[in-house]
C-alpha cells in the first residue's frame, strides 16, 4: 500500500515537473513568435491600418490576446494562436500593398484629371468676380457675396499650393487637398452659373 502511494506520489511529481518543464520549453518560442508579430506591425502595421482598417482592428485585437496569455504565461496557447495571427498579418501587409498601388493609381488618374479642368474653373470664376468688383450678382446680399469670395479665394489658394508642392512623398495627402479644393471651386460655380472656360 505505501509503495503503491510512493509510486503514485512519484508519478504526480514528475508529471507535473514535465508539466513545468514544457511550460518553461513553450516560453522562448511564444516571446519569438510576439516579437516577431510586433515587429511587423511596428514595420507594415500603418500601412495595414490606412488602407485595410478592419482587417488591422481585427489582428490588433488578436494580438491583444497574445499579450494577454503571456502575461499569463500561457506559452503554449500563444504559440497555438500565433500562427494563425501571424498568418492573417501577412495576408494583410501583402493585400494592403496591392490597395495602396490600386489607390496610388486612381488618385495619378484624378491628378491628371485636376490638372486639365482646374485652370478652365479659376479662369471662370476669376472672370465673372473682374465683373461683378464688389456688387454682388442679381439674387445675392453683399455679405453671402463677401463669403463666397473668401472662400473661392481659399479654394484657390489651396490648390496653387498643392500644384506647386506637389511630390511623390507627399501625393496622396496633395491630391486630397486637390480634391477638396475641387469639390469648393464647384460649387461656387454652380451658386454663380458658370462653366469653365
Do not use: H
Not at 446680399?141 to 508642392?165: H, T
Request: net charge negative; proline share 3%.
Amino acid at each position: 500500500m505505501i509503495t503503491r502511494f510512493c509510486t503514485f506520489a512519484l508519478a504526480t511529481l514528475v508529471a507535473a515537473t514535465l508539466g513545468l518543464a514544457g511550460c518553461g520549453s513553450q516560453k522562448e518560442p511564444a516571446e519569438q513568435a510576439v516579437a516577431a508579430i510586433e515587429k511587423t506591425l511596428a514595420d507594415s502595421g500603418a500601412q495595414v491600418q490606412k488602407y485595410l482598417p478592419e482587417r488591422f482592428e481585427a489582428i490588433d485585437a488578436g494580438i491583444k490576446t497574445l499579450r494577454e496569455a503571456m502575461a499569463k504565461e500561457e506559452y503554449g496557447q500563444v504559440v497555438t494562436e500565433a500562427v494563425g495571427v501571424t498568418d492573417e498579418l501577412r495576408r494583410a501587409v501583402a493585400d494592403a500593398m496591392i490597395e495602396r498601388a490600386k489607390t496610388r493609381a486612381a488618385m495619378e488618374t484624378e491628378w491628371t484629371a485636376l490638372i486639365e479642368s482646374m485652370p478652365g474653373m479659376i479662369a471662370a470664376i476669376d472672370k465673372k468676380l473682374a465683373v461683378q468688383g464688389s456688387r454682388p450678382p442679381k439674387g445675392m446680399d453683399k455679405d453671402a457675396w463677401k463669403s463666397l469670395v473668401e472662400s473661392y479665394d481659399a479654394a484657390r489658394e489651396s490648390w496653387g499650393k498643392a500644384a506647386a508642392e506637389m511630390t511623390a512623398a507627399n501625393f496622396e495627402a496633395t491630391v486630397l487637398a486637390a480634391r477638396e479644393a475641387k469639390a469648393k471651386i464647384d460649387g461656387i460655380m454652380e451658386t454663380l452659373g458658370l462653366k469653365a472656360s
